[in-house]
């Protein structure tokens, strides 16, 4: 479902109109006058930021000190409504060097006015990369002082870039060395019982790139995904022998992908963009292979002591390693004095945060730690309140393992001219929400 906006406003603080655009004559001139009205008047701003008034609904963003609001007339998707906003903006800060506020609105009302022509066709929302309006409006924003110097070079062929397939990237690239760099990020989270079983477990992952590559090329990119090696298993009729088998969900790609041969062939056919990109983010449901399993005893002892023991063992191979792993053991806040021993690493107590503290800078897999603790408390005349105990908290990267399992099984590089190419792949996880209860 697209966005079919009907106008747009930028809007001051105060309520004054900027800049607007109307693109369809299905709303009236006074709906600028409803949203301040029933909106702004109100204490409603910071609540939702979709409003139905009369039969128009109203879409707002607030960036910097500038609201930016699209108002439709019929059901349209909201989602794609402020991802339009938020590219929209990105647009506009390339062009003013990096700012966007009243003033960078005020500054370069005529270049505004232009893009909105561009990137938004009778309420349908256009193409907004930067890199392809740069090579037809080569009018220059008024940049912020203190914005860096412009480095955009120009580029040929522009016109065929705007119409063409391949509109995010632009001929005539060479480089002395040809590369690509592949790292598969993912996040781990994790809420588990103090009693070790797994209330819920999810990763999230991402597929960044860095291609520096000479020409036009054609890349292939083979993981071990459960759709992917069913396809080969039934070209090749037999059994693949490729191990683990991971099903993604959520998958969502970058433009640049190939989707019609994703479908066909369940490979990740694309022509890079230049330089760092987000090919693909996926999130895993099962399967998950957890990095380190937390298990924690915490005593009471009466009302001014308590016996703290946490056991921390890491799950991945012997030959990895965890980078930078912080275990944050919550403890009351009337906690007064506490006496912490820990096998690896350093731990003490921070009353800030009320958590004892643990560091390990380096956690090598297949081995166990343990912190032992004993806390003591303030004493008080008041009757004692229940500690509601927070859960332990856990941050970690360990390189060169995924807790999906995920993994590259090839990566092609293809291109006219023949050349050779370098591929660098690279794997790293680390934690997202990871907790354990105490």
């Known amino acids: 479902m697209p966005v079919s906006a009907s106008a747009i406003y930028f809007l001051s603080l105060r309520g004054d109109v900027l800049i607007?655009?109307?693109?369809?004559?299905?709303?009236?001139?006074?709906?600028?006058?409803?949203?301040?009205?029933?909106?702004?008047?109100?204490?409603?701003?910071?609540?939702?930021?979709?409003?139905?008034?009369?039969?128009?609904?109203?879409f707002y963003m607030r960036i910097s000190n500038v609201y930016i609001v699209i108002v439709v007339s019929s059901n349209a998707n909201v989602a794609c409504a402020f991802k339009f906003v938020v590219e929209a903006v990105n647009l506009f800060k390339s062009y003013f060097g990096g700012a966007f506020d009243e003033d960078a609105i005020r500054n370069n009302f005529v270049l505004i006015y232009e893009l909105l022509d561009e990137i938004m066709d009778f309420g349908y929302p256009q193409n907004l990369s930067p890199e392809i309006l740069k090579l037809y409006i080569t009018q220059e924003g008024v940049r912020s002082p203190f914005s860096s110097k412009p480095t955009d070079k120009p580029v040929p062929n522009a016109t065929?870039?705007?119409?063409?397939?391949?509109g995010w990237r632009r001929e005539g690239l060479v480089y002395k060395k040809n590369e690509v760099f592949l790292d598969i990020v993912e996040s781990v989270n994790l809420l588990m019982s103090s009693k070790g079983s797994v209330l819920?477990?999810?990763?999230?992952?991402?597929?960044?790139?860095?291609?520096?590559l000479s020409g036009m090329p054609d890349l292939k990119l083979g993981l071990n995904d459960k759709?992917?090696?069913?396809?080969?298993?039934?070209?090749?009729?037999?059994?693949?022998?490729?191990?683990?088998?991971?099903?993604?969900?959520?998958?969502?790609?970058?433009?640049?992908?190939?989707?019609?041969?994703?479908?066909?062939?369940?490979?990740?056919?694309?022509?890079?963009?230049d330089g760092e990109f987000e090919l693909m983010k996926y999130r895993i449901t099962e399967g998950v292979n957890l990095p380190f399993r937390v298990?924690?005893?915490?005593?009471?002892?009466?009302?001014?002591?308590?016996?703290?023991?946490?056991?921390?063992?890491?799950?991945?191979?012997?030959?990895?390693?965890?980078?930078?792993?912080?275990?944050?053991?919550?403890?009351?806040?009337?906690t007064a004095k506490t006496s912490v021993q820990v096998t690896s690493g350093r731990a003490k107590y921070n009353a800030s945060m009320d958590c004892l503290m643990w560091k390990i800078r380096k956690f090598p897999g297949q081995t166990e730690a343990t912190l032992s603790a004993e806390v003591e408390l303030i004493s008080t005349i008041a009757e004692k309140k229940s500690w509601t105990r927070p859960p332990i908290q856990m941050e970690f990267q360990v390189p060169m393992f995924t807790a999906s399992g995920l993994?590259?099984?090839?990566?092609?590089?293809?291109?006219?001219?023949?050349?050779?190419?370098?591929?660098?792949?690279?794997?790293?996880?680390?934690?997202?929400s990871y907790e354990i209860r105490c």
């Open 20 to 58: 607007n655009r109307l693109y369809r004559d299905d709303v009236g001139g006074n709906m600028v006058d409803a949203f301040r009205l029933h909106i702004m008047q109100t204490k409603e701003l910071g609540t939702c930021p979709v409003r139905q008034i009369g039969g128009c609904s109203f």
């Open 160 to 166: 065929l870039q705007v119409t063409g397939a391949v």
């Open 200 to 212: 819920r477990c999810d990763v999230t992952g991402k597929v960044l790139m860095k291609c520096f």
């Open 227 to 273: 759709i992917g090696l069913e396809k080969e298993a039934e070209i090749k009729s037999r059994p693949t022998k490729s191990g683990k088998t991971i099903e993604l969900d959520d998958v969502t790609f970058h433009q640049c992908v190939n989707l019609t041969r994703f479908n066909s062939e369940k490979t990740v056919s694309f022509v890079p963009p």
């Open 295 to 334: 298990l924690p005893t915490i005593k009471e002892l009466g009302r001014t002591r308590m016996e703290v023991n946490v056991k921390v063992k890491s799950v991945f191979g012997a030959k990895m390693f965890a980078l930078g792993v912080v275990i944050k053991v919550p403890v009351p806040k009337q």
């Open 407 to 432: 993994r590259v099984r090839f990566l092609k590089v293809w291109e006219k001219s023949g050349y050779n190419t370098v591929e660098w792949v690279r794997y790293i996880t680390k934690a997202g």
